[in-house]
C-alpha cells in the first residue's frame, strides 16, 4: 500500500478516540547475518566475478575491427551455457537456431520456432553481462516480407532481452535487413552457407569455391553491409574468398569455416567443448578444445557408485541434529507404536 493512499485513508473512531491511545509497542532489534546459509539445491549458479564486466556495445565491436583486433563470439542456448561464455569473456554471444539440435534434439535448424527462440535468448540474457547478445531469427519468422520480419525481431529484442538479431541471406535479404535497422535493432547478416536453405545448396555445402561462386558471396555480404547490417557472418567459405571479402568490405566479418582472414570467428559452444558423446560428426573447421561430455559422465558415474554402495552422501553431506533432541524423538517413537 502506498503512503498516498495511507494519508487519505479514515482511521476507524476507536484508533482516532482520545480515550483509547494507541499503545506503543517497543520492537527488539533483529540481528541479521552477514551471510545466510543456503538449505536449498535451488539456489541461483551465481556471479564468477566480484568485478564486473564493463558491457560490450557496438561501439567496442567497431572500435576492435578499426584496430584489427579480432572479434570473439560463441554461441550459448541457456542460462549456465551464457554463464560460462561471458565469464571467459567472449565479445559477442549469439543464440543461434543451432539450439535446435544441440539443446532440443531437433534433426535440423527449420524445426525451431520464433517462440523458442524467445525463450532461450531471455534465458541467455540474464547471465550475459558483459558480451553483446544477438539473436536468431528462425525460419519462417522473416521471409514474408520486411513487416513479418521487423515484428519478429522486434519480438526477439523486447522479449528476448538480446541486443540485436542475426538473419540469414544476401541480396534478396537486404531490403528486410534495411527495414530492421531503420527501426533501431542493429543486425548481423549471414551469407556463404545458409543452413535454413540447405535443401536449395543440396546439403551443407562450401559456398564460393568457384569464380562465380565466390562473386556471389561477395556481392551479397556487401548487399547486406549496404542495408546497414554491423557485421556479417561467412559460413563455409574458401580461407582465401573470405580474406578477400574482407578486405573489400567496411563491416567485420564474422567467420565459421572460412579460414583466419575474417574480422573475427564464431563456433557453437557444444561443438568446440566437446558436450556430446563419442563418434558425432563434426565439421571440418571444428576445433574441439574441450571434453565437457567425459567430464560429465565420469561425475555422474561416480556419483551412481557411490549412491548405490552408501559412500554417498557421507556425514559431512549431512544436516546434524542435537542429540538430546533425537534421544528423546527416539523416545517418543519407540514408546508407542505407528
Not at 16 to 24: D, E, G, L, T
Request: hydrophobic share 40%; charged share 20%.
Amino acid at each position: 500500500m502506498s503512503h498516498r493512499i495511507m494519508r487519505h485513508q479514515t482511521l476507524p473512531k476507536a484508533i482516532n478516540s482520545p480515550r483509547r491511545p494507541i499503545p506503543v509497542v517497543a520492537l527488539r532489534p533483529v540481528a541479521i547475518p552477514s551471510c545466510q546459509t543456503r538449505q536449498s539445491s535451488h539456489s541461483p549458479l551465481g556471479t564468477p566475478s566480484a568485478t564486473p564486466r564493463k558491457k560490450t556495445t557496438i561501439n567496442t565491436l567497431q572500435s576492435l575491427y578499426k584496430k584489427q583486433e579480432p572479434i570473439t563470439m560463441i554461441t550459448a542456448h541457456d542460462f549456465p551455457s551464457a554463464h560460462v561464455a561471458d565469464a571467459a569473456g567472449m565479445d559477442m554471444i549469439l543464440v543461434g537456431d543451432s539450439l535446435a539440435m544441440v539443446a532440443l534434439g531437433m534433426e535440423d535448424t527449420s524445426e525451431v520456432l520464433l517462440e523458442e527462440m524467445i525463450l532461450h535468448c531471455r534465458s541467455v540474457a540474464r547471465a550475459s553481462k558483459g558480451a553483446f547478445t544477438i539473436g536468431d531469427l528462425p525460419m519462417g519468422s522473416y521471409e514474408i516480407a520486411p513487416e513479418q520480419a521487423l515484428e519478429s525481431a522486434i519480438r526477439v529484442v523486447k522479449e528476448g532481452r538480446v541486443q540485436g538479431i542475426k538473419l540469414e541471406g544476401g541480396m534478396e535479404m537486404a531490403p528486410t535487413i534495411e527495414r530492421i535497422v531503420r527501426a533501431g535493432i542493429p543486425v548481423v547478416g549471414h551469407v556463404g552457407l545458409t543452413p535454413q536453405r540447405q535443401n536449395t545448396l543440396g546439403g551443407f555445402r562450401v559456398q564460393g569455391k568457384t569464380t562465380l561462386g565466390a562473386l556471389k558471396v561477395l556481392e551479397d555480404a556487401v548487399a547486406v553491409q549496404e542495408a546497414g547490417a554491423f557485421a556479417v557472418v561467412l559460413e563455409a567459405v574458401p580461407a582465401e574468398v573470405a580474406s578477400l571479402i574482407t578486405q573489400k568490405l567496411r563491416i567485420p566479418t564474422i567467420g565459421i569455416g572460412a579460414g583466419n582472414g575474417c574480422s573475427g570467428q564464431v563456433l557453437v559452444q557444444v561443438d568446440m567443448s566437446g558436450n556430446f558423446p563419442p563418434g558425432r560428426f563434426l565439421p571440418k573447421f571444428v576445433k574441439q578444445y574441450g571434453d565437457v561430455w567425459g567430464e560429465s559422465i565420469k561425475a555422474i558415474q561416480n556419483y551412481k557408485s557411490e549412491v548405490k554402495s552408501r559412500a554417498y552422501p557421507a556425514p559431512e553431506h549431512t544436516y546434524p541434529m542435537p542429540p538430546e533432541e533425537l534421544i528423546e524423538f527416539d523416545k517418543l517413537i519407540n514408546s508407542k507404536p505407528v
